[in-house]
T-cell receptor, first 113, second 115 residues
Framework: AQSVTQLGSHVSVSEGALVLLRCNYS??????LFWYVQYPNQGLQLLLK??????LVKGINGFEAEFKKSETSFHLTKPSAHMSDAAEYFC???????????FGTGTRLQVTL | EAQVTQNPRYLITVTGKKLTVTCSQN?????MSWYRQDPGLGLRQIYY???????DKGDVPEGYKVSRKEKRNFPLILESPSPNQTSLYFC??????????????FGEGSWLTVV
C-alpha cells in the first residue's frame, strides 16, 4: 500500500522568504511522486513530478523538489516566496501506470508582506 | 489541446434527486478515475476504470456509481444524493503507457452541494 504524509496543514511565510513544504511517502515499490497546486476556487495544476530520473526535480513557478529515498521524502521548496504562491499544495504518490494516485491531506501556504 | 472536461462545474441539488456528473477526455487514455476533495482530507479516489467496461472501487465508493461504455467518457452517478456527498469532485485520466511519464490530467472540478 502507498501513502503520503504532509507535515503542517498550514504554513505561513513572509514574501521573499524560503518556502519549504514537507512530504513523506510510504511505498513498497519505487514510487512516482508529484506535487500539485490548487489556487483558490480553481482546479489542480501539476507543479512537478519525479519519475526515477534526476532526484532533484525542477517545476514551474520556481519550485523544485528533491527525492530522498533514505528519508522517504519529497519536500517542495522555493527560494523566495511571492504573494501569488498563496495556495493549497498537495503531494501525491503513484506506484505504477496502473495504480491510483494517493494524495496527502494538503498544505495551505500563506504569504504575508 | 489535451483536456479533461467535467460538467456541470457547479450544482446545487436536493437530497434524493439523482444526478450525473459527466467527464470526457480527448487523449485516448485508458485510465480514468473520480476523486472527491474535502477540507482536511485531501483528495480521495471514488472509482476508477482501466479501460472500456472495466471499473473498480476506490477508497470511498459508497453512494456512487460509474460506467465506462466509451473510452473517452466516465460519468459519475449519484443515485440518491445525500448532504455528506457535498464536495468538490475531480475527474482524472492518464495513459497506461509507461513512456507517458505517468502524468495524470485533471478536470477543473465540479462543486456539488446537496441540501
Amino acid at each position: 500500500a502507498q501513502s503520503v504524509t504532509q507535515l503542517g496543514s498550514h504554513v505561513s511565510v513572509s514574501e521573499g522568504a524560503l518556502v519549504l513544504l514537507r512530504c513523506n511517502y510510504s511505498s513498497s515499490v519505487p514510487p512516482y511522486l508529484f506535487w500539485y497546486v490548487q489556487y483558490p476556487n480553481q482546479g489542480l495544476q501539476l507543479l512537478l513530478k519525479y519519475t526515477s530520473a534526476a532526484t532533484l526535480v525542477k517545476g514551474i513557478n520556481g519550485f523544485e523538489a528533491e527525492f530522498k529515498k533514505s528519508e522517504t521524502s519529497f519536500h517542495l521548496t522555493k527560494p523566495s516566496a511571492h504573494m501569488s504562491d498563496a495556495a493549497e499544495y498537495f503531494c501525491a504518490v503513484r506506484t505504477g501506470t496502473a495504480s491510483k494516485l494517493t494524495f496527502g491531506t494538503g498544505t495551505r501556504l500563506q504569504v504575508t508582506l | 489541446e489535451a483536456q479533461v472536461t467535467q460538467n456541470p462545474r457547479y450544482l446545487i441539488t436536493v437530497t434524493g434527486k439523482k444526478l450525473t456528473v459527466t467527464c470526457s477526455q480527448n487523449m485516448n487514455h485508458e485510465y480514468m478515475s473520480w476523486y472527491r476533495q474535502d477540507p482536511g482530507l485531501g483528495l480521495r479516489q471514488i472509482y476508477y476504470s482501466m479501460n472500456v467496461e472495466v471499473t473498480d472501487k476506490g477508497d470511498v465508493p459508497e453512494g456512487y456509481k460509474v460506467s465506462r461504455k466509451e473510452k473517452r467518457n466516465f460519468p459519475l452517478i449519484l443515485e440518491s444524493p445525500s448532504p455528506n456527498q457535498t464536495s468538490l469532485y475531480f475527474c482524472a485520466s492518464s495513459s497506461l503507457d509507461s513512456t507517458s511519464g505517468n502524468t495524470i490530467y485533471f478536470g477543473e472540478g465540479s462543486w456539488l452541494t446537496v441540501v
